[in-house]
C-alpha cells in the first residue's frame, strides 16, 4: 500500500504517544503519575450530562444542521458577545466534533498549497502539522520565556510575505500557559489587516486565567472580519470526550465553513450539542470552583518545581501547565522526560513536541489532584538527587 505524501507531513501529538507507553506500563505493573496529558480530571458538571440524557430520550439522534443547532449557535454567538465584547452573529458560529476540526477547515478554506502560516514555536503541534499535510507551510514564531513568551512583534512583522495567509494565536498559551496582552493583540491586529491576514486565535482556553481576564482578538476594531476564533467545551467544562468544539468566522467565511463541514464531517451529534447548551447557558458555578482549584494546584506545582535542583519555573497565568527549562540539569527535554518516566514513574511531555524552542523544556499538566501532584514532587525530587 502506498501512502500520500502528505502522511509524511501529517505528525501526531506527543500526549497521545507518552500516554500509550504509560498504559504499557501501567500493564506491566508500574506505577506511573500521569502529567502528560491535558485533560481536567475532574467531573461533567451533572446538569451538563442531565441534559443530554434528556436529549437523547427527546429523540435527538437524527442528523443536524451542518453549521449546528440553532440553540447552540446562539448560545455560542451570546457567550462570545459577554466575554469578548463586540459583536458575533448566530451566523458566523459554525459548530465542530471538537475543537481541532476548525484547525482544518480554516486551512482548507484559506490557504492554497505553496502558502505560508505563522505558528506559534513552542506550539500546539496541531497547526504546524495539520498545514504541512495540506501542502502550507508552517513558518515558526519563537515565543521565549524571558518575554513571557509573547510574540516578539519584530519577529512577527519579518516572518509575513505575499504568501501569509493566516497568523496563529493561542492565548492561553499551550505548553508554556503564557497569556497575550491588550498591546500584543492590537499589534498583531494591525499587521493582519495591512497585509489582509486572517487571525486564528485559538481560545480553547480562555477562561482558564488566574491573574487577569483573557482579552480576544475579537475585542479588536476591525478584526470581527479578519478572526476566526477556535473555542469549545473540552477544557472550561471537563468535557473532554464529548467532542464538541466551534468557530467563530468572519461572516464572509460561513458559507465555505458550512460547504467543508458537509464534506469532511457532516454536523455533529446534537445530544453532545444540547448538553453544550446547558454548560454554556446553565450554572456556571462548576467553572468557578475548577478555576479556583487548578489555581491552588498551580501554586503547590510552581512552588514544588523550584525548590528542585536545576530547573527555571516561570509562573503560568492561564491554562493548566508549566513549562520549565531543564537546562541546568544537564539535560534537554528529551533526556530530562525520559528519566521521570523510566526512573520515577512521573509522566510529563518533552518540549520538544511542542517546536525547536522548546527542546530544552518539558510541559507539565497540573490538571491532576493535589496529592498526585504532592507524590510526583517527591519522586522527581529523588531522580534529581539521584543524577546530581
Known amino acids: ?62 442528523y443536524p444542521p451542518p453549521a449546528g443547532l440553532p440553540a447552540l449557535r446562539e448560545a455560542v454567538a451570546a457567550d462570545s458577545v459577554r466575554r469578548r465584547g463586540g459583536e458575533t452573529s448566530p451566523a458566523q458560529v459554525v459548530v465542530t466534533p471538537g475543537a481541532k476540526p476548525v484547525v482544518a477547515l480554516a486551512l482548507m478554506a484559506l490557504a492554497d498549497p505553496g502558502s505560508e502560516v505563522i505558528v506559534p514555536d513552542p506550539g500546539f503541534p496541531t497547526y504546524a502539522s495539520m498545514a504541512g499535510a495540506l501542502g502550507v507551510t508552517p513558518v515558526p514564531l519563537a515565543l521565549r520565556a524571558e518575554n513571557d513568551f509573547r510574540i516578539d512583534l519584530d519577529a512577527l512583522r519579518a516572518a509575513v510575505t505575499p504568501r501569509t495567509r493566516m497568523i496563529v494565536l493561542n492565548s492561553p498559551h499551550n505548553p508554556t500557559g503564557g497569556i497575550l496582552h491588550r498591546s500584543d493583540l492590537e499589534a498583531v491586529a494591525a499587521v493582519a489587516m495591512a497585509n489582509d491576514i486572517v487571525v486564528l486565535s485559538d481560545e480553547i482556553y480562555g477562561r482558564l486565567a488566574y491573574d487577569r481576564p483573557v482579552e480576544s482578538i475579537l475585542a479588536i476594531d476591525g478584526m470581527a472580519e479578519h478572526a476566526i476564533v477556535l473555542d469549545g467545551v473540552s477544557k472550561t467544562y471537563a468535557m473532554t470526550g464529548w467532542r464538541l468544539g466551534w468557530a467563530i468566522v468572519p461572516r464572509r467565511l460561513a458559507e465555505p465553513f458550512e460547504r467543508l463541514v458537509i464534506n469532511t464531517f457532516t454536523g455533529t451529534a446534537p445530544h453532545v450539542q444540547l448538553a453544550a447548551v446547558e454548560a454554556l447557558t446553565g450554572p456556571q458555578t462548576a467553572v468557578e470552583e475548577m478555576v479556583a482549584e487548578f489555581r491552588a494546584r498551580r501554586s503547590l506545582l510552581v512552588d514544588g518545581l523550584r525548590a528542585l535542583p536545576g530547573l527555571d519555573v516561570p509562573m503560568p497565568a492561564g491554562a493548566f501547565y508549566v513549562f520549565p527549562d531543564v537546562t541546568r540539569t544537564g539535560m534537554d527535554g528529551d533526556e530530562f522526560a525520559e528519566r521521570l518516566l523510566m526512573e520515577a514513574g512521573v509522566s510529563v511531555l518533552a518540549g520538544s513536541g511542542f517546536g525547536d524552542v522548546g527542546r530544552d523544556h518539558v510541559r507539565i499538566s497540573y490538571a491532576s489532584s493535589r496529592e498526585d501532584l504532592r507524590r510526583a514532587l517527591v519522586r522527581m525530587a529523588g531522580s534529581l538527587r539521584s543524577s546530581g
Open 1 to 62: 500500500m502506498r501512502l500520500a505524501r502528505r502522511m509524511e507531513q501529517l505528525g501526531t501529538e506527543s500526549a497521545l504517544s507518552v500516554g500509550e507507553r504509560v498504559r504499557e506500563l501501567v500493564a506491566h505493573g508500574r506505577d506511573v503519575i500521569a502529567l502528560h496529558i491535558g485533560e481536567p480530571d475532574l467531573d461533567t458538571p451533572p446538569n451538563v450530562i442531565e441534559a443530554a440524557c434528556r436529549a437523547l430520550a427527546d429523540g435527538a439522534t437524527r
